[in-house]
């Protein structure tokens, strides 16, 4: 398994939503777990020092499915800026949290109810670090 890169400031305010969704139990334990468990064994580097293609907190990011070649986008967000029918998904969904730190071209062996699939992230139209956007 490949190792994730995260932003320090993106593993600070994950941590921390992640902290607070528990408090308010608006996240399930075993996602909580889950993700706790991504940013643990993540490479934390400081913003600046994230490639650009490579999935962030408020990237868009472009991807499909090897399965069934469908393909999606949207953006990954905080959950109180989520609003699917905009694009914009929380870092809570599973897809959303199977993509943060993970780059272009890479494959991630996704779970589905119908079994295991692959995600492919074809391209990060939008990375903050990228652009210059350390404080999003």
Do not use: C
């Amino acid at each position: 398994m490949k190792q994730i890169l995260i932003t320090k400031n993106d593993f600070t305010r994950i941590h921390k939503s992640i902290s607070d969704a528990k408090q308010n139990n608006t996240i399930k334990k075993e996602e909580a777990e889950k993700l706790l468990k991504e940013l643990h064994s993540a490479k934390v580097v400081p913003s600046e020092e994230i490639p650009s293609d490579v999935v962030t907190m408020n990237s868009i990011v472009k991807f499909h499915f090897e399965n069934n070649k469908k393909e999606m986008q949207f953006q990954i967000v905080y959950p109180a800026q989520a609003d699917f029918k905009n694009g914009k998904v929380s870092i809570f969904s599973p897809v959303a949290a199977a993509l943060i730190g993970y780059g272009v071209n890479d494959e991630i062996d996704w779970i589905v109810p119908s079994g295991m699939t692959k995600i492919i992230i074809d391209e990060i139209i939008y990375q903050p670090e990228a652009a210059g956007d350390f404080d999003l």
